[in-house]
C-alpha cells in the first residue's frame, strides 16, 4: 500500500460533496468549507468531518470540503473514503 | 409471515440522494447496487457510502439487499465483510453459476456472523441467475444454503450466452424463466423476474409483468420508480380471489378445532398445495392494502 498523501472522493450532485485531503502538510488540522447550507448548517458539517478524522486517527493536512447538501451519513462516508484513499487502499 | 417480494428496486449505491429517498416509493425491497452501476474506480467509494447509509437511514421497514460484487472480483469480500459488519442482512449474489458460488458466501457468512456477535445463519442469500449455466443448474443453487430466500432471473446476461437477442415477445426467455420458477418453488423460496430496461415502455413493461405472474414468480427487480406502481397493480388479487383465499383459511381453521384432517369447500378437496396458494393471496392482498 503506497501513501500518497492526497485522496478526494464525492460528487457535486445535490445532496453530496467532494473532500479533498492531503495529509502531507501543516503541523495540525486545517479545514476549509464551503457549503450551499453554510450558514445553518456549517457547524454541523465541521463537526462531523472532525469526528470522523478522529476517528481515522488524523490530526494533520489540509481538508478542503465543499458540500451541496449533503446528510451527515454522506459527509462521514466521503471523509473515510478521501482519507483512505490518500492512505493508499488498495480495493 | 413470509416477505413480499413484489417488487425490488435498484438503486445505485453512489448517489446519497437516491439512498435516502427510495424509501418513498414503497418498493417491497431495495437493492442497493454496487455491482454493474459502479464503475471500477468508485466501487470503494459507493461501499463506504453504503456503510454510513445502512447505519443510519431509517428504511422504515423496507426489505434492504446489497448487489454486492461477484466473489471472485477483488471487492466482492470486501463488500460482504464490511456491509454485514454495517448491519446488512440481505445479500445478492451476482452472475450465481453453480452451487458452489453460495456455498463459498456462505462459509464467509458463518465466519463473519461468529465475528461479529451476529445470529448464525440470519443473513439471508437471493442468487441472482444469468447465464446458461446458471439456469441448468439452478435447482442445486436453490438448495445450495439454508440462507436462501430466492433466486432471480437476469435476462440480459443470459441472452448474451445462449446467443440470442432479447425480443419484446420473449420467447427465448420461456424455458429460462421456468425453469427458474420450478427451482424455487421446489425450494419453498421466491422467484423474481429479470429487470425491463425501457422505461419509457409502461405497456410492454406491464405485458411483461403480466407474464412473469401467469409463470410463478413472487415479484420482479426494477429499474425505476414508475415501474413500481405497476408491478403492484398486476400482483393485486381481485376481490373475488381475496374472498375465496378467507373461505378457504377458514374453513381449514374450522376443520384444526374439530380435528378434522381432510376437508372439502364448495364440494372440492382442499389439500395443501389450496392452503398455499390461499395463504399467498392473502398477503398479497394485505400487501397492496385491500385486506
Known sequence: ?91 | MRSLRRTMLFVPANNPNMMVNAVVFRPDAIIFDLEDAIALREKDSARDLLVEALKTVDYEGIEILVRVNPLYTPFGETDVRELVKAGLRNIRLPMTETKEDIEKLDALLWELEKENDIEPGSVKILGAIETAKGVINAPGIATASTRMVGISFGAEDFTRTIGAERSKGGQELFVARSQIVLAAAAAGIDAIDTVFADVEDIEGFRREVESAKALGFAGKSVIHPSQIPVVHDVFTPTMEEVEKALRVMQAIEDAEKRGLGVISLDGKMVDAPVVARAAKVVRLAKGAKIL
Do not use: C, P, W, Y
Open chain 1, 1 to 91: 500500500m503506497e501513501n500518497k498523501g492526497i485522496g478526494q472522493a464525492g460528487s457535486l450532485e445535490s445532496n453530496d460533496l467532494i473532500v479533498t485531503v492531503n495529509l502531507m502538510v501543516g503541523e495540525e488540522l486545517d479545514i476549509e468549507l464551503e457549503s450551499t447550507v453554510k450558514e445553518k448548517f456549517g457547524k454541523q458539517i465541521l463537526r462531523v468531518v472532525k469526528e470522523t478524522l478522529e476517528e481515522q486517527e488524523i490530526t494533520k493536512g489540509h481538508i478542503k470540503i465543499v458540500d451541496k447538501g449533503a446528510l451527515d451519513f454522506a459527509v462521514r462516508a466521503r471523509v473515510k473514503t478521501a482519507v483512505k484513499r490518500a492512505q493508499g487502499r488498495d480495493i
